[in-house]
DNA sequence: CATGAATGAGGATTCATTCAT
DNA sequence: GATGAATGAATCCTCATTCAT
């Protein structure tokens, strides 16, 4: 998931699958990057069944060079899946940098349904390749990010301490599966807001 | 959705798919509702795509024999999906009537998360199809059973005014589909509680 | 073929499959009359391979009941073939009537062409079961109505004696299946009238 | 059509499907040729609709790639067609090159006979395929070869001037459809005789 | 007799993946 | 490294034919 709509322009050399190897040639890189974002495209319309072979034409290559860089389908979804992640968290800090905790929280949960209702059929198609253990790495970094803010925030008293960071973050994940139709965004941040009174509640209290 | 795990043994002959016609011969009316239960079996484990003589196979009948009874693969699913819906559906009135309207809320979105947790694959499985216009019957129907119990407790003086049905909706049938996890159940549970709280804030308010 | 459009109304028991029978019950002979009408209809696009289950449905009847009238498919198509067949050479009595020999053979050439220019798909279709033993009595029918006028057109001085009627009957069967095409009816109609100023040929030479 | 039986040695890189590609690798160029072969030899027997995995099998290769190679099994029909029609006109200018005009109208109307006696099935179920607008091409091919035959022979006064060249290609390429039949080589000879007698007979008069 | 449900073989088509060039 | 041809399993779907009702 990636905060602001469209952004193929990735300035670092795309971490996700090489491990070892040495830095790629320019011409492998560029064929790497142009697989990505063609793949990205796609499934922006929602599905993610592509024939490889499209994939491969429209980047301008021959379905070999798909397998030379990502070992199986599933492996090219997941890179796509963990860029836009990647991107999508990104942001965390900087939120905190220049909000209270909950606000940030507010905001950054804010930003996952925005990037969702800008990225329909992306976020949707991505959610729903479940629990392939390869696609783990995405959601523990939201997890992590989705937690800091929420540790932060019940330190500033600005928030329940009962509630668990998978609660919450199990209520947006889920919210982005469902992101056809007309009015989702409003109704997402509806959903939002409602949460946002649950979790301040008992703060508000005496 | 059917809130008691596995109950396949419906007394109204199927209304689903033959809308007009006579009341299908006997054995015709045995394999539709096979087909049915197969099919419903199979999607439980979390997937749609069996390959259509997989389900014939396992309900005992020729391919040919789901091409009658379900135009389409999606027909198929679509019956499935009605029928479950329809039972969950069926408990709302049920519950109103021993409960306080909120309560009966609180209790049939429980009953909702339940149905989710027992029929894990089912209901993720089901609510992948999203805006097939076959589908909308569905939808509808459990809008229907929130809208009005939503409306009882706002008139009740139980709960905020000011929230629509479609956002607690949106909230449960988004938690659904996620239901992928061994601490689901109890994570949407705390979904569900914390949604309450949001909802009943208002209502202490002066 | 049959030489006027479309004339769906036999004064005979249709003589063609149930050889030995009783003369069928009242509503049985109905059904095979429909059944056959359905047929040539839909024959008359100029496809044959229509599911039964088609043909059965818009006479009304259940696929059974073409198979008790109809030891297999090609029996049906085989039987509207007779019926054509039929209806067509018994004309050629009625033309040597009024006319002399040769112009006899001509008007019957004629109608050939004409009965296939207004049941294009019809002729075209039917003459495309080409040699199945079961169709060799259609073309005997025609072979020896068109033999018949040749032999009294020499009789009377008015052909060449040295033309088989094979030859003659395999240029207007060939031409009928090729009936598709706007300009067909009048190629053909040349055809025809060059064919006869080849056979009248030799008989002008003293 | 081709003029002489079977003569499977092209010298040109089959210019039929990929139009505007490079020049196909080795071994794909092999199996397309293999395809076209097989195809064509399937054919003689007088059907067109073979299981594509037969063909494929015949040919030594998967059924991917007679889909690769030919969108459509119409596709792969038309090759055929086009080649032996290319074949079989090829020969008209060598006939005019060594024969009156008229002398060579009857030899190439005669090489069509026999092409046809020599190809039974193939030239009937070739000619079966008829209007799809892909294989106007091959029908236009025969068209110029006899206007041009016709047009000379005219010129020359050697045949009638009130005959369209359609009239005649009409005639034979009718009868190449019904080649079904131990005698129909002469028949069809003793067609294109009688035929020809007509066309001559005004020539001859005064 | 008629009906129409069920069967299941038959054939089409697609695409992930491999591998020769 | 890249290419794209070949493979063939996997599925879909259709329909002639049989047979229980």
Not at 14 to 24: A, E, R
Not at 160 to 165: F, G, H, I, K, L
Not at 177 to 199: E, M, S, T, Y
Request: charged share 25%; with cysteine.
């Amino acid at each position: 998931m990636k905060i602001l709509p469209v952004d193929p322009s990735p300035t670092k050399p795309s971490p996700t699958k090489s491990s070892p190897g040495k830095p790629l040639r320019a011409d492998a890189r560029r064929n790497r990057e142009r697989l990505l974002a063609t793949a990205r495209e796609l499934f922006l319309g929602g599905k993610l069944d592509f024939p490889l072979e499209d994939i491969a034409r429209r980047s301008g290559v021959g379905v070999g060079t798909i397998y030379r860089h990502f070992e199986t389908r599933e492996a090219l979804i997941e890179a796509v899946y963990q860029q836009e992640i990647g991107t999508l968290c990104a942001c965390a800090d900087e939120l905190l940098g220049r909000l209270s905790a909950d606000d940030a929280l507010a905001a950054f949960l804010g930003q996952m349904i925005d990037y969702a209702a800008n990225n329909r059929g992306l976020a949707a198609a991505l959610c729903s390749i479940p629990d392939a253990p390869a696609f783990t790495a995405g959601p523990r970094l939201l997890m992590e990010a989705v937690s800091r803010l929420m540790r932060l925030a019940v330190a500033e008293r600005r928030l329940r301490a009962d509630v668990e960071p998978g609660t919450v973050l199990t209520v947006i994940t889920s919210l982005c599966r469902v992101n056809d139709d007309p009015g989702w965004k409003a109704q997402a941040h509806a959903v939002v807001a409602l949460l946002l009174d649950g979790l301040r509640l008992g703060v508000a209290r005496p």
